[in-house]
């Protein structure tokens, strides 16, 4: 058994999980039958938990991979903000700030009106 160690990890946002699933990777070369026939070919092709990921990413990032990590790192200069909602609040883009409050329900402090404001003003920015 091979064991991998980890050696970093970081919270990544849909946008730039897109851009690391579209690069240019050596793909599974996988062999079929052709129908007229008898012989084989072989053809690229993504494993299905791949193109599910590539079809999620695609759907759902709604910035570049630049200006979604430039986005959470304002975020992160604001106070009461972790990386995690940070990485959340670039993924989700919120306009309201009920949106906002929801992003911020399963933690153990709530937002001012003048946080949340100011939330809403760095998102837009990047809208």
Same mark, same amino acid.
């Given at each position: 058994?091979?064991?991998?160690?980890?050696?970093?990890?970081?919270?990544?946002?849909?946008?730039?999980?897109?851009?690391?699933?579209? +690069?240019?990777?050596?793909?599974?070369?996988?062999?079929? &039958?052709? *129908? %007229?026939?008898?012989?084989?070919?072989?053809? /690229?092709? @993504?494993?299905?938990?791949?193109?599910?990921?590539?079809?999620?990413?695609?759907?759902?990032?709604?910035?570049?991979?630049?200006?979604?990590? +430039?986005?959470?790192?304002?975020?992160?200069?604001?106070? &009461?903000? *972790? %990386?995690?909602?940070?990485?959340?609040?670039? /993924?989700? @883009?919120?306009?309201?700030?009920?949106?906002?409050?929801?992003?911020?329900?399963?933690?153990?402090?709530?937002?001012?009106?003048?946080?949340?404001?100011?939330?809403?003003?760095?998102?837009?920015?990047?809208?």
């Amino acid at each position: 058994m091979i064991v991998k160690d980890i050696i970093e990890e970081s919270a990544l946002t849909l946008a730039e999980a897109k851009e690391i699933l579209n +690069a240019p990777k050596k793909r599974e070369r996988v062999k079929r &039958k052709k *129908k %007229e026939g008898n012989e084989a070919a072989e053809e /690229d092709e @993504m494993r299905f938990e791949r193109r599910k990921a590539v079809e999620n990413t695609t759907k759902f990032a709604k910035l570049g991979a630049n200006e979604s990590r +430039a986005l959470v790192n304002e975020l992160l200069e604001l106070e &009461k903000t *972790k %990386e995690e909602i940070a990485v959340r609040i670039a /993924d989700l @883009m919120p306009k309201s700030k009920n949106e906002v409050r929801a992003i911020y329900a399963k933690e153990r402090f709530t937002l001012t009106e003048a946080n949340i404001e100011e939330i809403l003003d760095c998102v837009a920015k990047y809208e």
